[in-house]
């Protein structure tokens, strides 16, 4: 008998289509109360990382500070047990009106079908 996977590709797009319409409520929904969200970068190897549910939700609403018309596009996703992935292209416009577009990876790790752990990757330019 197959075990239904924790969390589901159709449901991953989901999480990504909540990333573009900028709704945190949609977005929080999917992570635990006790999750950790591990940024690109920050001094130690996993980045910079927030743990619980509104240090994370507070980062993630400063992306959208930063960043105002940030989207996510060409999104491939994966699950396999209690671990996922999605890959996609980040778009955004910089302060100085410069655009920004970086392909990157959310590497998931999940508890009780919900989001435990996103560690994002993306692909350094010089």
């Known amino acids: 008998m197959a075990v ?19 709704n945190i ?8 109360t006790d999750c950790v969200f591990e940024t690109s970068s920050g001094a130690e190897r ?5 743990v619980g ?13 930063d960043f105002h018309d940030v989207r996510f596009a060409n999104a491939v996703h994966f699950v396999q047990g209690n671990r996922g992935c999605s890959q996609w292209t980040s778009m955004a416009t910089l302060p100085d009106g410069s655009e920004l577009e970086m ?7 999940f508890v009780d079908g919900r ?12």
């Open 25 to 32: 409520n949609i977005i929080m929904d999917f992570m635990t």
């Open 4 to 22: 239904e996977p924790q969390m589901t590709v159709a449901q991953l797009q989901l999480y990504a289509d909540a990333w573009n319409a900028h």
């Open 53 to 65: 549910y509104d240090a994370v939700r507070a980062r993630f609403i400063e992306v959208w500070t």
């Open 115 to 126: 989001i435990a752990v996103k560690n994002s990757l993306v692909k350094d330019r010089d």
């Open 46 to 50: 996993y980045g910079t990382r927030f």
């Open 103 to 109: 392909d990157g990876c959310d590497l998931f790790t």
